[in-house]
């Protein structure tokens, strides 16, 4: 062949690479997103409301949750199964390996906040994830928890992803009923302890770049943002409440917003704070201060 026919032989080759790629594409690895999501609140006009408890208002102090969870032993995509076959008093789920780290989950959660007066057992399930950015979910009805769903490992899941998934079931039935999703939000990220400090950090950046809303814009609000202040600012202000006067504190805080319905009373009775504004004045000098709780003043 000839000079000149290696050269056009080697353009023709290249410009048949360049068709293909652009006719076909490059597939895209897929990306895990640590963001966890529930299926939006439905109104809990219905709900039954508890009566708030006589909570002592002492500070509490960090919990010390395991911050290295021993390894769980994770099976092949192809053994996730959607039968939750072991069950325990609260739930139902595929392992008893699964259901001992929900039982150890819920248990936590009772001893922060109060336990439950009525409790309806529902279905836990693991399942391969999708690659659409959502690592978890809580569905509801009208009766009560539908099911937990997690697209992630129990190993990576504990002390994130199920944590913040089994939250929203326990406030639930803690309530008797869905409340606001800002809060609800907020208190799910508070559960996931693995990540509260780089949470914390992902609070100081956003504030810094001035991405966040004014807390009046997100609380009643019941439907998510597209920047996920929702997660990011609901985390910090049930951060600060909770370093203020405790879980238990904050938990009679809710049962009296769910009555009342008005969340200027309810804050004025329980934290000191006139409204809204108030409350976010305050909270900003806790993100400026280091989102410290021990440095919280203390209800009185």
Known sequence: MT????IKALIDFLIGV???????????????????????????????????????????????EPTEPEPAKESPASEVVEAATVARSRFSAPSVE????????????????????????????FRQYLGNGVAGYTQYTSAGVAEVVVYEPLSSSVGGTLDHELTHAFFFYFLGGN????????????SEYRRREALRQTVYKRYNAGEFWD??????????????????EGFSI???LIGRGGSSWFAAFLEDLQ???????????????????????????YVLNGQNRNDVRAVK
């Open 3 to 6: 000079p000149q026919g290696w």
């Open 18 to 64: 360049v068709v293909a790629r652009f006719a076909f594409g490059t597939p895209a690895n897929a990306q895990w997103f640590y963001w966890p999501r529930h299926i939006a609140p439905q109104s809990c006009a219905n709900g039954r409301c508890a009566r708030p408890s006589k909570s002592e208002t002492k500070k509490e102090p960090e919990q010390k």
């Open 98 to 125: 699964i259901a001992d780290a929900c039982d150890e989950i819920l248990d936590r959660l009772e001893t922060r906040y109060g336990k439950p007066k009525n409790w309806k057992p529902f279905p836990v399930y």
């Open 179 to 190: 409340f606001d999703l800002f809060l609800n939000e907020g208190a799910a990220q508070n």
């Open 215 to 232: 807390i009046a814009s997100l609380y009643g609000r019941n439907q998510y943002d597209g920047g996920l202040r929702i997660y990011h």
């Open 238 to 240: 049930v951060d600060f």
């Open 259 to 285: 009555k009342s319905k008005n969340i200027d009373a309810t804050l004025s009775r329980f934290y000191g704070y006139a409204n809204l504004n108030e409350l976010q004045n305050a909270w900003l000098i």
